[in-house]
């Protein structure tokens, strides 16, 4: 390993955050600061479909990048695995029953192991931490990404329900820190690449496309009788179950566009879904002189995960690249959210605002959870996370706290209402 620090000035990628203050995209970022080589990396979620193509990335170039810290939730084998190969100075477990495991096979290499939530949120904040990639799945991702923030690292966000739960408190705190966030979903790392060089002034609409899921073509009654393995069956991308099924009721993009309206500061008004089933243009920004800028490409989470990990710089070395003339033609078409009213969930929340999402997102794991287990039918997801809304206490300018209690209770009522539906 490569202890040599120096003094580096760097021009980052664009600061979305500082948006409203500056109100250009055309503002360089000067960092200074010391920076190590290679660039120090919590993965957070590292057995999962982002955190094994971040890790995928990582091993490819080991003169930019070091997984200091690994992290996963239950999968002690995988993740011990991983911590052999990657040679981390930390292994975390999310179920606090697998530590002894994980002990008695990664301590006698010199790793480092914890496990629990307390031990996931604050590893971040390490001196040795130069960048938190969080992939974890869901309401998990928050506390690691505040500890972070606070600690003023840099973040590559891949776990949206963050800013889905607590968009506007993220905002608050990124603008009392040093702290940058890099989207790593793709739609949102295609915007960051559209806006660069732009002026915030001149953009009319963001135009995040969609690839309509596995049931883009089906008709109610069939979606009424899909199954796990249907829903599970994603058209064009490989990823967890869970934001596969998201993926499925389009609930994902609902989350995308409020991930977009707290990452680019755009009004929900100017922020549309447009289905793409061929998921080539990963997304859109549509200017005021009616220019239209796209970011095409495979449909593979390495480039926008390494475009994050860089701050939003390219890497060399595609992974895959994209012959167009592969592609016979290239479709858009508006999403329907009568047959995919999860969809009508990011108008709502961003309208209420408060706390509305945080009682959504929590109502929607437990759905997805009973929807895979058989619990409840397919369309019964948008109905428990609807019921479970208009139940949960609203508070309209939640601090952290107010966060937990809704998230805890909208829990409880969505798990009533998927036995009881
Ligand atoms: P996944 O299910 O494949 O992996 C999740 C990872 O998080 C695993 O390592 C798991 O062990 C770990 N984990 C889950 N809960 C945890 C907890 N409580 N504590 C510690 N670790 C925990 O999920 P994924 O598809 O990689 O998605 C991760 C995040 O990235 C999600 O928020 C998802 O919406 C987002 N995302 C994923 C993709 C994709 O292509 N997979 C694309 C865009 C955004
Ligand atoms: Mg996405």
């Not at 009568?338 to 959504?360: N, S």
């Amino acid at each position: 390993m490569q202890f040599s620090a120096w003094l580096s000035v760097t021009a980052s990628g664009f600061p979305y955050r500082k948006l409203s203050r500056y109100n250009s995209y055309v503002v360089v970022n000067l960092n200074i600061a010391i920076v190590h080589t290679p660039k120090r990396i919590a993965v957070l979620g590292a057995t999962g479909s982002i955190g094994s193509q971040t890790l995928d990335i990582i091993e490819k170039h080991p003169e930019l990048y070091k997984a200091q810290v690994l992290a996963a939730g239950r999968r002690a084998d995988n993740l011990i695995g991983l911590a052999l190969r990657h040679k981390p100075r930390l292994a975390i477990i999310g179920d606090e029953s697998l530590l002894p495991q994980l002990r008695a096979a990664l301590e006698p290499h010199g790793i480092a192991t914890a496990a629990g939530p307390k031990a996931l949120a604050e590893c971040v904040e390490a001196a040795d931490i130069d960048m938190v990639l969080t992939a974890t799945v869901g309401y998990s991702g928050l506390e690691p990404t505040i500890h972070a923030i606070k600690a003023g690292k840099d973040i590559a966000l891949a776990n949206k329900e963050t800013l889905v739960v607590a968009g506007n408190l993220v905002n608050r705190l990124l603008d009392e820190s040093q702290s940058t966030i890099y989207p790593v979903d793709s739609e949102h790392s295609a915007i960051a690449q559209c806006l660069r060089g732009e002026n915030a002034a001149t953009v009319e609409r963001l135009l995040i496309t969609a690839s309509g899921g596995p049931f883009r073509t089906w008709t109610h009654e069939q979606i009424a009788k899909a199954t796990p393995d249907d829903a599970l069956r994603h058209p064009n991308w490989s990823m967890g179950a869970k934001i596969t099924i998201d993926s499925a009721s389009m609930m994902n993009k609902a989350f995308e566009i409020i991930e977009a309206h707290h990452l680019f500061h755009i009004e929900p008004s100017r922020i549309s879904a447009v289905v793409h089933p061929q998921s080539i243009v990963h997304s859109m920004v549509e200017f005021t002189d009616g220019a239209v800028k796209a970011q095409f490409g495979v449909p593979d989470m390495h480039l926008p995960i390494a475009y994050a990990l860089g701050c939003n710089t390219r890497l060399s070395g595609a992974e895959k690249s994209l012959r167009l003339e592969d592609y016979a033609t290239l479709t858009f078409e508006k999403p329907d959210s009568k047959r995919f009213p999860c969809l009508d969930f990011a108008q709502i929340c961003l309208e209420r605002g408060g706390t509305a999402a945080c009682a959504v997102n929590a109502a929607n794991e437990v759905a997805v959870q009973s929807f895979l287990q058989g619990l409840i039918t397919f369309p019964q997801i948008f109905e428990v996370n609807m019921l479970t809304l208009e139940a949960s206490t609203f508070v309209a300018v939640p601090e952290y706290e107010d966060f937990v209690a809704v998230n805890a209770e909208a829990r409880r009522r969505a798990t009533e209402f998927c036995k009881s539906i």
